[in-house]
């Protein structure tokens, strides 16, 4: 089955005024729902205690080693617990400001037989 199918169809109000509609499909929406998951504070979600992570609250934390592995787990986490993905490549960068990271997540759309490269920005407080 292709991307150009529509195996996984959703919404989202984020492009809208980039593309004229709500509609999202396969690689996007599996996208959109990690990001979502990533987000979501452990036990944030309703009936379901152990969704989410603790990476909400870690930019509060210093970017220590100790942070870094937590964030590195987390992520491994959240990649491992959707079975439309594989996780391929994970690279967690310190930037120069010494204030924020980049995850590099390389990952497969098992189904869709695809490919995707993810950057994920996250600043620490000073």
Do not use: W
């Not at 709500?22 to 690689?27: M, R, S, T, Y």
């Not at 969704?51 to 942070?67: A, H, K, Q, R, Y």
């Not at 992520?75 to 967690?92: A, K, Q």
């Not at 010494?98 to 000073?126: H, K, P, Q, Y």
Request: proline share 3%.
């Amino acid at each position: 089955m292709t991307a150009s199918n529509g195996l996984y169809r959703g919404y989202s109000s984020f492009e809208f005024e980039q593309t004229g509609s709500f509609k999202i499909n396969d690689v996007e929406l599996i996208k959109l729902d990690l990001l979502n998951h990533i987000f979501t504070r452990r036990g944030e979600r309703v009936m379901m205690p152990r969704f989410g992570t603790s990476i909400p609250d870690l930019v509060f934390e210093p970017l220590d080693e100790e942070t870094l592995e937590t964030l590195e787990s987390e992520l491994r986490l959240v990649m491992d617990y959707d079975p439309r993905v594989e996780l391929i490549e994970l690279d967690i960068i310190e930037n120069a400001d010494g204030n924020s990271i980049t995850a590099g997540i390389r990952i497969r759309c098992v189904e869709l037989d695809v490919v995707e490269l993810m950057n994920l920005n996250i600043e620490f407080g000073t």
